[in-house]
T-cell receptor
Framework: AQSVTQPDIHITVSEGASLELRCNYSYGATPYLFWYVQSPGQGLQLLLKYFSGDTLVQGIKGFEAEFKRSQSSFNLRKPSVHWSDAAEYFCAVGAQGGADGLTFGKGTHLIIQP | DVKVTQSSRYLVKRTGEKVFLECVQDMDHENMFWYRQDPGLGLRLIYFSYDVKMKEKGDIPEGYSVSREKKERFSLILESASTNQTSMYLC????????????FGPGTRLTVL
């Protein structure tokens, strides 16, 4: 079965600074990988996804992520964060040929300092 | 815009009550999902459905059942609510295929007293 690890429960970043959120997955084949964001009191919104092709994927709100098979990682990055980026971020993996439900990491809570 | 709506944002029930959580999507998606979200545990899949009247157990189905009589509607049922089912419940929908984006509703925060 697949699994996802987000090693950082909380991250604090100053506004304007760069951001990297870590995600490691465990899955035998090429995974389908997703990053979702959850703002306070809201449902989840898709930031970006990877399932084949270019390993650097661009998403909404200026986010990007890089798939590194050798490291089983799919880290999320943003060059300059805004106060509105404060939210909970979830990495998720989907399985090929199996059920369509996603396996989520436990989330990283992003705090933006002024 | 895709819309996934959930019948209640907040719900308070008593132990032993039967609880229905309703979810409706308007994008003709084949798949619908129920997740439970708890602090420090992320989202965990309870059940999903890939077609009308079809259902599959997720990672934590115990204590829950589901119903999908129409394509746009997916209900989560707690037959006899217990305090350990106090949680945030999120519904999602997608087209068939694990590479497709799941669209989420705003969630129902259920408290069982």
């Amino acid at each position: 079965a697949q699994s996802v690890t987000q090693p950082d429960i909380h991250i604090t970043v100053s506004e304007g600074a760069s951001l990297e959120l870590r995600c490691n997955y465990s899955y035998g084949a090429t995974p389908y990988l997703f990053w979702y964001v959850q703002s306070p009191g809201q449902g989840l919104q898709l930031l970006l996804k990877y399932f084949s092709g270019d390993t650097l994927v661009q998403g909404i709100k200026g986010f990007e992520a890089e798939f590194k098979r050798s490291q089983s990682s799919f880290n999320l990055r943003k060059p300059s964060v805004h106060w509105s980026d404060a939210a909970e971020y979830f990495c998720a993996v989907g399985a090929q040929g199996g059920a369509d439900g996603l396996t989520f990491g436990k989330g990283t809570h992003l705090i933006i300092q002024p | 815009d895709v819309k996934v709506t959930q019948s209640s944002r907040y719900l308070v029930k008593r132990t032993g009550e039967k609880v229905f959580l309703e979810c409706v999507q308007d994008m003709d998606h084949e798949n619908m999902f129920w997740y439970r979200q708890d602090p420090g545990l992320g989202l965990r899949l309870i059940y999903f459905s890939y077609d009308v009247k079809m259902k599959e157990k997720g990672d934590i189905p115990e204590g829950y059942s589901v119903s999908r009589e129409k394509k746009e509607r997916f209900s989560l049922i707690l037959e006899s609510a217990s305090t350990n089912q106090t949680s945030m419940y999120l519904c999602a929908s997608s087209f068939r295929g694990p590479y497709n984006e799941q669209f989420f509703g705003p969630g129902t925060r259920l408290t069982v007293l």
